[in-house]
């Protein structure tokens, strides 16, 4: 009978280290950034780098918050609907000061029309679409590339251009594995990843063994790359502390391509491009309020001016039109 006890005892123990393994195996959250870990992996880069992609225990990408996005649909796994209801689309995905979120998605069928690769060093050696950016940002990254070189500072791109097809090839695979619930919960959906802008890059350098981790806040190339990515048009696009705001975890190695100018006015101001863009409209929106009251009378004119003018048309009064 004792025996038979131990047993039993022995066998509970192992059902809960087995649930609180598989527990702690989902409850994970997933960066943007550990998508692009997979792109790396499913396309065969070099070993030289997986290991340093692993989160080390005790990494504070392990435990920072995070939202999570609303349970998506139940069906169309990876497809054009993402999670949280309704898709916003961008208005113009060309536009350098773009904004892609969990909110503003970008078009399956959009491609940046003038990818580049440029001339800096990567942590991989193949030949692959994740070496380009878009032809202004890719000049910029050389510049910054070149003066932290001048600085003694060692940079390598890990990642940059990621098509909306290569998103949906991991998130099916991430569903596949997990099942889609999961994937739905921890991986980004395709067209709301910025690296399909070809404006964002993932930077990082030679004392974390070029991984995307957010120790490398913390070293020389890290604190090197936030203080100076500004005076060549770049942004930490996801700061840590507003965790709760853009949705996505600290990632001092996501670099976006906003222009110098507002590149530093984010930095200065300790802001996020979502705040900028608000402010931007709001300023618009008020020039175009004042604007309104002088010159509306001569708009109205021309207005009643063309209306005229079309009316003739339509009564087939204005002889050019005519045989
Ligand atoms: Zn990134």
Redesign the pocket.
């Known amino acids: 009978m004792k025996q038979y006890l131990a047993a039993l005892l022995t066998l509970l123990v192992i059902i809960c280290v087995g649930i609180s393994d598989a527990r702690g195996l989902f409850s994970h959250q997933r960066s943007?950034?550990e998508d692009?870990r997979e792109v790396i992996s499913l396309q065969g880069d070099g070993a030289h780098n997986e290991g340093s992609w692993e989160t080390s225990p005790g990494d504070p990408e392990e435990t920072s918050p995070r939202e999570e996005p609303a349970p998506g649909p139940a069906e169309g796994e990876g497809g054009d609907t993402p999670p949280g209801g309704e898709k916003k689309l961008v208005e113009d995905p060309t536009d350098l000061l773009v904004l892609v979120n969990k909110e503003y998605n970008l078009p399956s069928d959009y491609t940046p029309p003038d990818l580049v690769e440029p001339n800096i060093t990567f942590s991989f050696s193949e030949d692959l679409p994740k070496r380009l950016l878009r032809r202004e940002a890719a000049e910029a990254l050389e510049a910054l590339f070149g003066r932290a070189a001048a600085d003694g500072i060692q940079l390598a791109a890990v990642?940059g251009y990621r098509s909306y097809d290569r998103q949906k090839v991991i998130f099916n695979h991430r569903a596949q594995e997990r099942g889609f619930e999961v994937a739905n919960r921890t991986s980004a959906y395709p067209g709301q990843s910025?690296?399909q802008t070809g404006l964002?890059m993932?930077v990082s350098g030679s004392s974390v063994g070029y991984g995307l981790v957010q120790s490398f806040g913390e070293t020389a190339e890290g604190i090197w790359l936030a203080e100076n990515a500004p005076d060549f048009g770049f942004i930490i696009r996801y700061p840590r502390g507003r965790e709760g705001e853009t949705g996505y975890s600290y990632?001092p190695?996501?670099l976006r391509y906003v222009g110098v100018e507002a590149a530093r006015e984010i930095s200065q101001r300790g802001l996020i491009l979502e705040e900028y863009l608000l402010e931007m409209r709001a300023a618009a929106e008020e020039t175009v309020a004042e604007e309104g009251e002088g010159p509306q009378a001569v708009e109205v004119d021309e207005r009643e001016h063309w209306f005229a003018a079309e009316q003739t048309e339509d009564l087939g009064l204005n002889p050019s039109d005519k045989g």
Request: glycine content about 0%; aromatic content about 10%.
């Open positions: 943007p950034e692009s990642s910025e690296h964002a993932d990632e190695w996501h």
